[in-house]
């Protein structure tokens, strides 16, 4: 073919084709499509909240009522308190720690179902799918920052204080992101192998807030209390309760935690850019 000027029509064919050999993360390719995550993440939102008669509020009435039934069973009947510093009520102290949980749990659910839930996106055009897990979480900001509003509330009512702490929160905030981010990448792409996943990841959730420090405060030592910290969400509460309702600040189970997140992270990464390329097969 030749254009209007009679010069020959070049056509360029453009080949993807996935990587071979061990993982290739490509991560820079995430900037050159952050529309595309911005797009999905306002999409899960707008989702979430679709014709819901209260909308929003339900990012209100989730952790208040939570905390309620926290303090009502927890503290009131069965006396399991909170060893709380500098008379900190128990409300405020479980609320601080609901705050990442609920981040975490949110944020866990949506991005292991991410890649299932998009696959007549999956299937059609390329991109790179981290995108999708990504926005899962990203997605979760917007409740956590109505629960945060409730929470400084809840601190004015109570009459306390934040400390200086507090500058610390966004940097706990993005650990729990990550967190959920790390453990998402796994539960997405094993559940696009295994649609059992999907059956799992509530009583898997449903398990984990029991195992973390939500409503008490275990209290161990040795290699107990090694094994304890490596549940990520461990160092995560603690730092939020040290921030915001300044209680003990972070020990050596925070570096436990992290430790066994980032190797987490790591390792899912992996396991989900090697798994990549048999996505839009097996979806």
């Known amino acids: ?13 453009r080949v993807i084709k996935p990587p071979k050999g061990r993982a ?26 679709k014709q819901a008669i209260l909308g929003f509020l339900w990012a209100v009435l989730n952790p208040v009522i939570t905390v309620v039934v926290f303090d009502v069973v927890f503290n009131k ?40 839930g998009n696959a007549n996106l999956i299937t059609k055009i390329y991109f790179p799918r981290l995108v999708i897990p990504i926005s899962a979480v990203v997605g979760g900001l917007v409740d956590f920052v109505i629960s945060l509003v409730v929470y400084f509330c809840l601190m004015a009512a109570y009459g306390v204080a934040p400390s200086w702490h507090i500058v610390f929160l966004p940097f ?22 295994y649609r059992d996943v999907q059956y799992i ?11 973390s420090p939500v409503a008490y405060v275990f209290h161990l030592k040795g290699t107990w209390a ?4 490596l549940n990520p969400l461990v160092g995560v509460i603690q730092g939020f ?12 189970l925070f570096l436990v935690s992290n430790t066994a997140m980032v190797v987490l992270l790591v390792t899912g990464l992996m396991y989900f850019k090697r798994m990549e390329r048999t996505f839009a097969d097996l979806i």
């Open 201 to 211: 990841i509530p009583f898997l959730i449903q398990l984990w807030m029991f195992l």
């Open 77 to 116: 009947i069965l006396g399991v308190k909170q060893h709380s510093v500098g008379n900190v009520p128990y409300i405020l102290v479980t609320y601080a720690a609901l705050l990442p949980w609920n981040l975490f749990s949110g944020a866990l659910g949506r991005a292991g179902m991410s890649l299932v």
């Open 226 to 229: 090694f094994f304890y910290g």
């Open 24 to 49: 290739v993360l490509h991560l820079d390719e995430l900037w050159e499509y952050r529309e595309l995550l911005y797009f999905l993440t306002w999409r899960d939102i707008k989702v979430r909240y």
């Open 1 to 13: 073919m030749e254009s209007a000027v009679g010069e020959p029509i070049v056509r360029v064919k």
């Open 172 to 193: 706990f905030t993005l650990l729990a992101m990550i967190t959920a981010l790390a453990f998402g990448l796994w539960l997405a792409a094993l559940n696009v192998l």
């Open 241 to 252: 309760q040290w921030a915001l309702a300044g209680q003990t600040a972070p020990g050596w």
